[in-house]
């Protein structure tokens, strides 16, 4: 087992722990430090047993299941505060798994890894389609505060509205990107002669397909339990986490849009963060770019769409209008991201750099009003 597996192990003892704090009514502060630790292995585990089934399962429904669960923690949680009325930590979320994501994961990975190796390299056509996406999405984002900022007398609904349609023409793009990104690696697979070898024919006999069977069916075993016992724990602990999170706020003078924007994604992506630092350092900048971006494309192209989708049924919906030096802050972390990933090159001054930006944002967010 490796250290992190064990650290993380180590960690479930505050699932517990949040339980029993919350049976026994201790300080909502503690109770909200004790559920925000819980989560994270509880995301680790979740995310583990994700890539496990995918990879059993085969690249087309492995990149569906990656699609759907990649993101599960951050979900569960908004949907939890959506159905608690706290739709402005919810868009603040939203907005800080973006700057969190391109500006402290990264940054941290740009860092450690550039004073490792100096110069570290990855695929710039890769790195450039997926600035596209990102700024396509921004984009998507600003619109609705770009409506209300330049008509009169606007109804609410028309914003609602307009998020509605967004939303799907979101969902619609995800999905034509996850087609590409695996007729992509059938491709690669084809130009290696993989393809080839893997459809080759096997003289399988009815016995030894059974058995097959049965060996699939076993590795199927362990990771699906764990991803429904993790679900249903964070499901319990993000109820703790959301009900102690507005005394919290209020004992310690916090506002909804720091909380959101900063402190919820530090323990909803821990996990991708370390992900990034570790490939980073054994020099696997692709990988580190891959999951960076990709996680905030996942948040902006599919999570933040369902959301809005799902809080139909929800007393208080959920638009894409979001607060204005929240979209400043994101649309920052998009610009300078994609202006540094463009060469398909990184050195430890550009991860300085995007995490001088993420400490201006945060410290703005700490102040602001």
Same mark, same amino acid.
């Given at each position: 087992?490796? /250290?992190?597996?064990? $650290? *993380?192990?180590? *960690?479930?003892?505050?699932?517990?722990?949040?339980?029993?704090?919350?049976?026994?009514?201790?300080?909502?502060? #503690?109770? $909200?430090?004790?559920?925000?630790?819980?989560?994270?292995?509880?995301?680790?585990?979740?995310?583990?047993?994700?890539?496990?089934?995918?990879?059993?399962?085969?690249?087309?429904?492995?990149?569906?299941?990656?699609?759907?669960?990649?993101?599960?923690?951050?979900?569960?949680?908004?949907?939890?505060? #959506?159905?608690?009325?706290?739709?402005?930590?919810?868009?603040?979320?939203? !907005?800080?798994?973006?700057?969190?994501?391109?500006?402290?994961?990264?940054?941290? /990975?740009?860092?450690?890894?550039?004073?490792? $190796?100096?110069?570290?390299?990855?695929?710039?056509?890769?790195?450039?389609?997926?600035?596209?996406?990102?700024?396509?999405?921004?984009?998507?984002?600003?619109?609705?505060?770009?409506?209300?900022?330049?008509?009169?007398?606007?109804?609410?609904?028309?914003?609602?509205?307009?998020?509605?349609?967004?939303?799907?023409?979101?969902?619609?793009?995800? @999905?034509?990107?996850?087609?590409?990104? !695996?007729?992509?690696?059938?491709?690669?697979?084809?130009?290696?002669?993989?393809?080839?070898?893997?459809?080759?024919?096997?003289?399988?006999?009815?016995?030894?397909?059974?058995?097959?069977?049965?060996?699939?069916? /076993?590795?199927?075993?362990?990771?699906?339990?764990?991803?429904?016992? %993790?679900?249903?724990?964070?499901?319990?602990?993000?109820?703790?986490?959301?009900?102690?999170?507005?005394?919290?706020?209020?004992?310690?003078?916090?506002?909804?849009? $720091?909380?959101?924007?900063?402190?919820?994604?530090?323990?909803?992506?821990?996990?991708?963060?370390?992900? %990034?630092?570790?490939?980073?350092?054994?020099?696997?900048?692709?990988?580190?770019?891959?999951?960076?971006?990709?996680?905030? #494309?996942?948040?902006?192209?599919?999570?933040?769409?369902?959301?809005?989708?799902?809080?139909?049924?929800?007393?208080?919906?959920?638009?894409?209008?979001?607060?204005?030096?929240?979209?400043?802050?994101?649309?920052?972390?998009?610009?300078?991201?994609?202006?540094?990933?463009?060469? @398909?090159?990184?050195?430890?001054?550009? @991860?300085?750099? #995007?995490?001088?930006?993420?400490?201006?944002?945060?410290?703005?967010?700490?102040?602001?009003?």
């Amino acid at each position: 087992m490796s /250290a992190k597996n064990k $650290f *993380l192990l180590l *960690l479930l003892i505050f699932v517990p722990i949040t339980l029993a704090a919350e049976w026994l009514k201790l300080s909502p502060v #503690l109770v $909200f430090v004790l559920s925000a630790v819980a989560i994270v292995p509880l995301a680790a585990f979740i995310a583990e047993a994700t890539e496990v089934i995918a990879a059993i399962i085969g690249p087309t429904l492995g990149g569906l299941l990656n699609a759907t669960f990649g993101n599960l923690t951050e979900m569960v949680v908004s949907v939890v505060a #959506l159905r608690a009325g706290l739709v402005e930590v919810v868009k603040a979320s939203i !907005l800080g798994a973006i700057i969190a994501n391109l500006l402290l994961g990264l940054g941290l /990975a740009m860092l450690l890894g550039g004073l490792r $190796f100096q110069q570290q390299n990855f695929a710039p056509e890769i790195a450039r389609l997926n600035a596209s996406s990102l700024l396509l999405s921004v984009l998507v984002l600003l619109t609705p505060s770009a409506i209300h900022f330049t008509s009169d007398g606007l109804p609410k609904a028309a914003i609602q509205n307009f998020s509605y349609a967004a939303a799907i023409l979101l969902l619609i793009f995800y @999905g034509l990107s996850l087609i590409f990104s !695996l007729k992509s690696q059938q491709d690669v697979k084809r130009l290696n002669g993989l393809e080839a070898r893997e459809n080759q024919p096997q003289p399988v006999s009815g016995r030894n397909a059974l058995a097959t069977r049965d060996r699939r069916l /076993a590795k199927f075993g362990k990771p699906v339990t764990i991803l429904l016992i %993790c679900t249903v724990a964070l499901v319990v602990i993000s109820e703790i986490l959301v009900g102690s999170l507005e005394e919290t706020v209020k004992v310690l003078g916090w506002t909804e849009l $720091f909380t959101g924007i900063i402190l919820l994604p530090l323990f909803g992506g821990v996990v991708e963060y370390i992900t %990034c630092v570790t490939t980073a350092l054994k020099n696997k900048m692709d990988l580190t770019v891959a999951v960076s971006i990709g996680s905030t #494309l996942q948040v902006v192209l599919f999570v933040a769409p369902i959301l809005v989708l799902v809080s139909l049924f929800f007393p208080t919906p959920l638009s894409l209008e979001f607060n204005v030096f929240g979209m400043f802050a994101a649309t920052a972390a998009v610009l300078i991201t994609s202006s540094i990933s463009s060469d @398909g090159q990184s050195n430890w001054l550009e @991860g300085v750099l #995007l995490l001088i930006l993420y400490a201006v944002l945060g410290t703005a967010f700490y102040l602001h009003p």
